[in-house]
């Protein structure tokens, strides 16, 4: 166990983030998002909320890590080439990392390729060294598999059990799986050792459904689809948004098109979507319709709103970004509602993806919040209740308002 010193001063308590540009099994790996936030973001706001941890630094050599981290309210440090190849460790990330942070009494590791780590996770695993004096610790979580190995003379062999002898689960010894999440280390005896496990290792149980590495593109899409269901339930408020940005077609229509006798299209759109688009204009919101429909209903829809539109737009992930740009506005703070997979590069841009609820699957997977209402239905009266309060939570019952535009 270690002997540091007890006294009346908080503990400095490191967490370090190693998240490196180059990823083979998946390219981009560490912004990738799950749940509309990328893998760096939700570790470095677990261990933001945890409450031993005093410093959250990510280990990057990627620029746009660097400032996704950084936005996010951690300490950046600058991983140099010589630690920053396929071959680098963890281990040699975080001794770099503790350069910079000489009086830190523990420092943790923290995968951000475990997506759903928790707070709670983070805090018990620092809180084995810090209150309870462990050397280190390893988050866990309760296994009962049988692991077996291939062996060129028998075929399967099993390991750690006779293949011939079937015990019962409660007649074996628990078993844990390392879940790769989080580690803690006393810092004196980390720089000694130079590696996690040293001294007595303490084992901190996590919640095994939420056991998941992504190492290849299948792992990024179980995380995806998991996420509505491991996330906790949470929709953005006045607070966390200072613009608005919808697409058109599916997010305030249903996706279909009338078109009468002489090729004139009309849309319905809900009265609900214009009540509230005007209760976010009212709030001092910046509002934009953008749509890659060049068509006059889009236009026409605009005008009844009184807010701008960009539409006809190839590159909506482009046309946002210099939108965002001109109207000073961070794109982290940006609500952006949309429903199928053109709308996946303006997710990745925004820090308040939503999918209405009728989205395309690839759409709701990606996003940070879904509404409960399908597009063209009052889904954005719904989220303009999100930001504004329960005075807008119950739309009325109101009939579709027909748009219609000239022959196209």
Known sequence: MNDRPSTNARPKVLAVIPARGGSKGVPGKNLAAVGGVPLVVRAVRACLAARHVTDVAVSTDDPAIAAAAAAAGAHVVVRPAAIAGDTATSEAAVLHALEGHADTDVVLLVQCTSPFLTHEDVDSV??????????????????????????????GEGMGHDKAFRPRRQDRPQDFLETGAAY????????????????????????????????????????????????????????????????????????????????RELVAVHRGDGLGVAA?????????????????????????????????????????????????????????????????????????????????????????????????????????????????????????????????
């Open 184 to 263: 803690a280390m006393d810092a004196e005896g980390f720089r000694t050792h130079r590696h996690r496990f040293f001294g007595h290792t303490a084992l901190v149980r996590t919640d095994p459904a939420r056991v998941l590495e992504i190492d290849d593109p299948h792992d990024l899409a179980r995380a995806r689809a998991l996420a509505p269901l491991l996330d906790p339930a949470r929709t953005p408020g006045h607070a966390d948004v200072d613009a608005v940005v919808l697409d058109f077609d599916g997010t305030q229509t249903d996706d279909r098109v009338l078109i009468d006798s002489e090729g």
């Open 126 to 155: 620092a809180a084995a060294v810090v209150v309870d004096g462990a050397d280190t610790a390893v988050t866990v979580a309760p296994f009962h598999g049988f692991v077996w190995r291939e062996s060129a003379q028998d075929g």
């Open 280 to 408: 976010l204009r009212r709030a001092g919101l910046k509002l934009l319709i953008l749509s890659t429909e060049q068509n006059p209903v889009v236009a026409a829809r605009a005008r009844k709103l009184q807010i701008p539109v960009l539409h006809g737009v190839d590159r909506k992930d482009l046309a946002l970004k210099q939108w965002c740009e001109e109207q000073a506005v961070d794109p982290a703070r940006v609500l952006y509602a949309g429903n199928d997979v053109n709308d996946l590069p303006c997710f990745s841009l925004v820090g308040w993806p939503v999918a209405v609820a009728d989205a395309h699957d690839s759409v709701r997977a990606a996003a940070r919040a879904v509404t409960a209402t399908p597009g063209g239905e009052g889904a954005i009266r719904e989220i303009a209740a999100w930001l504004l309060g329960p005075e807008l939570h119950h739309t009325p019952s109101l009939n579709p308002t027909l748009h219609n535009s000239p022959a196209q």
